[in-house]
């Protein structure tokens, strides 16, 4: 069964970091593009970032840009998003998903998301003094 378990949320101070994990099991990461999403209480969900995994490629929303990194270790079947500098707003639930096509080539994607293949749980991020 394919699989996909996040973890490393919690509660960070504005301007503070963390390191969330997308860790898969029945499959291989790198055989597979992964995004990240978040829900804030009352929002809609949206795409933060995605790795692609035909060219490597790494791409961001304007919101997050220059403050959160993605990034892969196919020695340990992980994805991770390192995420500084946070802010208030960024409190949500992350959640990180996968397909075996491509997603990531040019852009986040945007709504309508395309049905991906797995999905996890997510992980709560809180910012907040």
């Known amino acids: 069964q394919l699989r996909l378990a996040e973890s490393g949320g919690g509660l960070v101070q504005p301007g503070g970091s963390l390191r969330i994990s997308c860790s898969a099991s029945?499959?291989?990461?790198?055989?597979?593009?992964i995004g990240w999403f978040r829900q804030a209480p009352g929002k809609e969900r949206e795409a933060i970032s995605c790795?692609?995994?035909?060219?490597?490629?790494?791409n961001y929303v304007d919101s997050v840009k220059g403050r959160f990194t993605v990034s892969r270790d196919n020695a340990k079947n992980t994805v991770y998003l390192q995420m500084n500098s946070l802010k208030p707003e960024d409190t949500a639930v992350y959640s990180c998903?996968?397909?075996?096509?491509?997603?990531?080539?040019?852009?986040?994607?945007?709504?309508?998301?395309?049905?991906?293949?797995?999905w996890g749980r997510g992980t709560q991020v809180t910012v907040s003094s």
């Open positions: 998903a996968a397909d075996a096509v491509d997603f990531c080539i040019i852009a986040v994607p945007r709504p309508p998301y395309p049905t991906l293949d797995v």
């Open positions: 029945g499959f291989t990461l790198d055989d597979y593009t």
């Open positions: 790795i692609s995994h035909s060219t490597g490629m790494t």
